[in-house]
């Protein structure tokens, strides 16, 4: 007799069989998984190999500065500023020069002049040495002019052009060969009712962007004066512009996008804007602003002017109240004074506008410093980095 339990032996044996394999099978996945997990987690704990990090180098600009010879001073110096912290470096000594109280290079930025401000004054041409990046004597004028004090290169570098401060006169070199030659000399008689105006007083001098105009100042006379290049022949095309009494504009800048020209007023502490006429050279009188706050009272006397590069803001030293002033330029090229802000030294003589617009450096030349204030680029204004460097009687300092 066969009884219900062994009938339903087959049937449970074959479940029986189908659940162990099931669990045969979880298991295995799960060792699997856990080998799987404990290998992730093992190659994560292991240390990764360590890659070069790649550190960016640091970005200096070089600029060079003109010195008085005082105390042993050697002339023309060498000094680079760090883009990243606003630190400059120690001053290093690139050229021997007399009293170069301005300075101008060539594009290729191998080519040097300086003006020698002396009783028996001129020019030095400098060479650049690749090698250690000093700059050597190649050639001198002297004995040709009394007191010149600025000096540029025209945009096609095949003539020079300096000004003379106590001989009132203009000098126009051509230097497409080694050697400097004078072409031509041109005496201006000027005067004006303060005592430094008693005859004229060149200051600056400079082409216009299109090469086409060359511009002096007169402080001593009042007046902008316009020359002209014609078959070989520089041509005095007489005043250009007629400054108020007194005003004894110093330098003047050109705006990089537009006609308006800043002439800076020393005796007046001002900024005039004028307009240039492309066709005839001609300077007519748009504005006058003051480049002091209205607060101060003592004496005071401006410098030196820049423009950014991108035409939007306008800068202005001035010695006695030791501040730049800046000015916000509207598209009409007017001007509206943003900002007086200390150079943190005394008579800021000159200045100028770092390559990437992120600093201006200072030569305060009765403090024998150099200093550094920081630009906000899209503000225009100024802020004191606390950096400066000791350089004896700095007079100029531009961008190499």
């Keep these: 007799m066969i009884t219900q339990a062994h009938t339903q032996t087959p049937a449970r044996t074959q479940l029986a069989r189908l659940t162990y394999q099931a669990k045969s099978y979880l298991h295995c996945f799960i060792r699997v998984s856990i080998f799987v997990v404990l290998g992730s987690l093992l190659v994560a704990c292991q240390s990764p190999t360590r890659q070069p990090v790649k550190i960016a180098p640091t970005v200096y600009h070089e600029f060079l500065v003109g010195t008085y010879n005082k105390n042993l001073n050697e002339g023309i110096w060498s000094i680079k500023l760090n883009a990243t912290t606003g630190e400059l470096s120690t001053p290093t000594n690139v050229a021997a020069a007399i009293n170069p109280s301005y300075l101008a290079w060539n594009k290729n930025k191998n080519r040097l002049f300086a003006v020698v401000e002396t009783k028996d004054g001129g020019i030095t041409q400098y060479q650049k040495q690749p090698q250690d990046l000093s700059f050597v004597k190649t050639y001198s004028l002297q004995k040709i002019a009394f007191a010149p004090c600025y000096i540029s290169l025209s945009p096609n570098e095949k003539y020079l052009a300096t000004a003379n401060y106590v001989s009132g006169d203009v000098q126009f070199f051509d230097i497409s060969t080694n050697k400097p030659k004078l072409l031509k000399t041109i005496k201006h008689q000027g005067k004006g009712p303060s005592a430094r105006q008693k005859s004229s007083h060149l200051h600056w001098i400079a082409w216009s962007p299109d090469g086409k105009d060359i511009y002096s100042a007169d402080l001593g006379g009042d007046a902008i004066y316009h020359y002209q290049l014609a078959q070989g022949e520089f041509i005095d095309k007489g005043i250009a512009y007629k400054a108020s009494p007194g005003d004894g504009p110093r330098h003047m800048t050109f705006h990089p996008q537009t006609h308006q020209v800043y002439v800076l007023n020393e005796l007046s502490n001002s900024v005039t804007v004028l307009q240039r006429q492309p066709e005839t ?95 906000n680029p899209t503000t225009g204004l100024l802020s004191n980095s606390q950096h400066q460097q000791s350089l004896i009687t700095p007079v100029f300092v531009g961008a190499l």
């Design 281 to 375: 050279g001609k300077l007519s009188y748009l504005q006058k602003r003051s480049t002091l706050n209205a607060n101060f009272t003592k004496f005071s006397k401006a410098a030196a002017i820049k423009i950014s590069s991108d035409g939007q803001y306008l800068y202005a030293s001035n010695r006695g109240a030791n501040t730049l002033a800046v000015f916000s330029i509207r598209k009409n090229g007017y001007l509206r004074r943003i900002q007086n802000i200390s150079t943190g030294g005394e008579e800021p003589r000159d200045f100028t506008i770092s390559p990437d617009g992120h600093f201006i450096v200072v030569a305060n030349q009765n403090s024998n410093s150099l200093s550094v204030l920081i630009r």
